[in-house]
């Protein structure tokens, strides 16, 4: 048999037109869908409520990924799809993600939110900030007050031997055996460096939170390795002095000279005398030291013991241990403070007596002047 000859252009032009109409249909769709897929994109990478401008606090922790970082975000509200921002990350090539606390709300769109995770300064979820001559309870009070831990709990902490000696281990040269000498109060007195101290994760532990101050602490001790080894002194007793002076002086004092005159007094076996010890050693804060004070039954009580105190009597800043570490080369064995925070030195007794009658009154006869 023969075939048609005649019906192979009718067959082709038939074929030829379905191809045709196959291919506009699938280009027709596609211009569909990707129209339906641009708008989708589009609509994910908008704000989720433009006219909510409240702010979140979102904590990014350091390493985070951008998987990680975008199911937080979809967690708290604030994308509307998360592969859609994982995408778009990508596709913009974002990088360098932040750690730390952020603030971002739903007026934001994906561009905004990425920009301020890449760019802008984190704002820390709480502070704490520890001034200079403070307790170790004063601390605790400031730390409950920042936190959800109790001041009790954090003397606690503070306090606990298994925390020091986890202390000890990780900071071998500050924290020593000396901390645990069984007429010492409190370990950790005097270790907690004065500062300001942010944390970025609001759910910080009280463990790092006073690690932070430790730290600080430990880099100045490395600082003043090298003066603390010339004067043949620990960390313990460079801490303890440096307490002292920061203790006695006023705005106006010269650190140097209140140091020398500890020193000199230690080289005469001459008691210390400084009332700041005689207050530790009774646990109170007044004004005035009154004479009954002075019989305080305490190894702290520099009135009735030479020598340093067992360890410090509060935190000390570094210019009150650069002082303790460079005293000024003089004769002074005292010193007392006017009532506009001038410091008079003198070298004598008698001297000294002078200057306490022109510039201290006592308001009552068991006042003790100084």
């Not at 005649?6 to 869908?33: D, G």
């Not at 650190?255 to 050693?281: C, E, G």
């Not at 004479?291 to 340093?308: C, M, Q, R």
Request: zero cysteines; hydrophobic letters at 35%; aromatic letters at 8%.
């Amino acid at each position: 048999m023969f075939e048609d000859q005649t019906k192979k252009p009718f067959i082709k032009r038939l074929l030829k037109h379905k191809i045709k109409f196959w291919l506009t249909v699938v280009a027709v769709l596609l211009i569909l869908t990707a129209g339906a897929v641009s708008l989708y994109v589009k609509s994910a990478l908008e704000p989720v409520d433009k006219n909510n401008a409240k702010t979140v606090n979102v904590y990014i922790p350091e390493g985070s990924t951008v998987t990680s970082i975008a199911a937080k975000l979809k967690k708290e509200d604030l994308i509307k799809n998360e592969k859609v921002f994982i995408a778009y990350v990508k596709f913009k090539n974002a990088s360098g993600f932040q750690a730390g606390n952020f603030q971002l709300s739903q007026s934001m769109d994906a561009a905004g939110m990425i920009n301020k995770l890449t760019t802008a300064s984190h704002v820390p979820a709480f502070k704490i900030t520890v001034p200079e001559g403070r307790q170790l309870q004063e601390i605790a009070d400031i730390i409950a007050g920042q936190t959800n831990y109790s001041a009790k709990d954090i003397m606690k902490k503070l306090d606990d031997r298994e925390f020091i000696s986890r202390l000890k281990q990780k900071y071998p040269k500050l924290i020593t055996d000396d901390v645990l000498n069984k007429n010492i109060k409190h370990p950790l007195e005097g270790y907690l460096h004065p500062a300001t101290y942010p944390f970025y994760d609001p759910e910080t532990k009280l463990d790092a939170i006073i690690e932070a101050m430790i730290k600080q602490t430990d880099q100045l001790a490395e600082k003043y390795e090298k003066q603390m080894k010339d004067k043949k002194m620990s960390v313990h007793k460079a801490l303890t002095m440096a307490s002292l002076i920061e203790e006695e002086a006023t705005e106006k004092a010269d650190r140097h000279k209140i140091s020398s005159v500890f020193y000199n007094r230690i080289s005469k076996n001459m008691p210390l005398q400084t009332d700041p010890t005689v207050l530790y050693a009774l646990g109170e804060h007044k004004n005035r030291v009154m004479y009954k004070d002075l019989e305080a039954d305490s190894p702290y009580n520099t009135y009735k013991h030479t020598g340093l105190p067992p360890g410090p009597i509060a935190n000390a800043g570094e210019t009150s241990w650069e002082a303790a570490l460079n005293p000024e080369q003089t004769d002074y064995v005292y010193f007392l403070a006017k009532k506009n925070g001038e410091v008079v030195f003198t070298k004598t007794l008698e001297e000294h007596n002078k200057a306490k009658a022109k510039y201290i009154t006592n308001t009552q006869d068991e006042e003790k002047g100084e």
